[in-house]
């Protein structure tokens, strides 16, 4: 179907409601799959940058019930490829290609979208999608605890699907490893460490440039707060700077504290107490966490420790230990018959799809069951990965109400739970 004409003012005149008003959806299409009739799942894609093709786009276009209708970026670079690898696996020029989200979720035709943007725009862009009845696979993580807490109250009103969009539960090394601790393989866990990498890179040139043409700079900054355009800005390297993200416990935390969640048994739930100390870039433009070394304590009495210089897991308990030294690397482990020890149809086993997250997704669109990396669990996730950088910023000792969501206590911590949005975007 090719993009339909839909001038400026409506684009903007649609959007207004759906970011701003209450939106009334026929009860037709909560809490069940919306599938055409040829069976396939058709799907919008909003960020085609280097991640939402490389690994989004060229996942869905190997699914055989999935077919991409439209693409979405604020770059016509981008855009151009992305519709190009569209055509080319469908051997049309079908692919509607818009700059503006909102056209995608205003087309009827479309029944779920995936969300590539910065993070930035995750909440925002997914609670209109499921506002437009469209169910959501959105990148992680979110870019507030507040806005966390909206999306899942969102999500969950209005019956969508929502898959939190890594690979880890997918991947038998993490997997495998929760299991073994969740079934008491290495006796009462005590202790969980986890190393992140460092940020690429030097600290930012932060030198006004003229906008190229290609990009639509306003939208890309949507409701972050006004900056001027300058090339270390934008693309990869939003995720050093503090109005787009959340630096690397943001990023490679995500990942990371999921498997630590799912191992300790608190995935609806997080740490009690945390405390850190770091260091942040100076003169230049990015502004997250360089250097750090922060520790969650939980209530069931597990330390966590998450230091920078690696990308591993290791997880001690009464029994011994197990850990992947580095991204993906071999398990191992202080005895090898834990790594031989299986898990009994009795015990504890952890919902996976080795297929990937894109599969898993598709899937529960079919079902309507939940994904296995859910709402509420991905944003429990991202609150670790906020727990931290706020401990961070306050440089002291924290401690936090898992089950109302609030520094108990503490006005300035509070503070920090949401952000403002630029007008005229708004939750």
Same mark, same amino acid.
């Given at each position: ?55 989004? $786009? ?14 979405? #970026? ?9 519709? =190009? ?14 700059? &503006?989200?909102?056209?995608?979720? $205003? ?11 910065? !993070?930035?725009?995750?909440? +925002? ?37 929502? =898959? ?15 299991? +073994? ?39 890309? *900054? ?6 001027? @355009?300058?090339? !270390? ?17 943001? &990023?490679?935390?995500? %990942? ?8 300790? &048994? ?19 433009? @990015? ?8 520790? @969650?304590?939980?209530?069931? /009495? ?46 504890? %086993? *952890?919902?996976?799809?080795?297929? /990937?997250? %894109?599969? #898993? ?8 069951? &939940?994904?296995?990396?859910?709402? !509420?669990? /991905? %944003? ?36 920090? *739970? ?10």
């Amino acid at each position: 179907m090719k993009s339909r004409n839909v001038s400026r003012r409506a684009f903007v005149r649609a959007g207004a409601v759906l970011a701003a008003a209450p939106y009334v959806v026929n009860s037709a299409v909560l809490g069940k799959a919306a599938v055409a009739p040829s069976g396939k799942i058709t799907v919008g894609f909003i960020g085609t940058g280097g991640h939402g093709i490389a690994r989004n $786009l060229n996942m869905y276009l190997g699914q055989a019930d999935a077919r991409v209708l439209a693409v979405c #970026d604020v770059d016509s670079n981008n855009l151009r490829r992305a519709k =190009q690898a569209v055509d080319a696996k469908y051997g049309n020029s079908d692919c509607a290609t818009t700059k &503006d989200f909102r056209d995608i979720l $205003l087309r009827d035709d479309i029944d779920a979208v995936m969300i590539s943007t910065p !993070d930035h725009w995750h909440t +925002l862009m997914s609670v209109m999608a499921a506002k437009a009845g469209k169910d959501v696979q959105c990148e992680k993580p979110t870019l507030t605890i507040d806005e966390g807490k909206v999306l899942v109250k969102t999500i969950r009103r209005y019956g969508r699907v929502f =898959q939190t969009s890594t690979e880890d539960r997918s991947e038998r090394i993490y997997h495998r490893m929760a299991e +073994l601790v969740r079934n008491g393989r290495i006796g009462k866990l005590h202790t969980i460490r986890v190393t992140l990498p460092y940020q690429p890179g030097g600290p930012g040139d932060p030198t006004p440039q003229p906008v190229p043409p290609e990009l639509d700079y306003e939208m890309w *900054l949507g409701p972050a707060p006004y900056a001027p @355009y300058t090339k !270390d800005r934008v693309h990869f390297n939003f995720r050093w700077i503090w109005d787009y993200s959340g630096g690397i416990l943001c &990023d490679w935390g995500t %990942h990371l504290f999921d498997t630590a969640q799912w191992a300790n &048994d608190t995935e609806l739930s997080g740490p009690v107490e945390i405390d850190a100390k770091g260091t942040w870039w100076q003169g230049g433009l @990015y502004d997250t966490p360089n250097e750090y070394h922060v520790e @969650y304590t939980y209530a069931n /009495g597990v330390k966590m420790f998450c230091d920078h210089g690696g990308s591993g897991i290791r997880f001690e308990g009464s029994d011994g230990w197990i850990e992947s030294p580095s991204w993906l690397a071999a398990i191992k482990a202080s005895d090898p018959k834990i790594l031989d020890s299986k898990i009994g149809p009795e015990e504890v %086993h *952890l919902y996976t799809n080795p297929a /990937g997250e %894109h599969r #898993d997704f598709l899937d529960c669109v079919k079902t309507r069951k &939940d994904p296995y990396f859910p709402v !509420d669990k /991905g %944003h429990r996730v991202a609150t670790v990965c906020h727990l931290g950088n706020i401990a961070l910023k306050l440089q002291r000792k924290i401690r936090w109400d898992p089950d109302k969501e609030i520094f108990p206590n503490d006005d300035e911590a509070n503070r920090m *739970l949401s952000r403002p949005m630029r007008s005229p975007w708004r939750l």
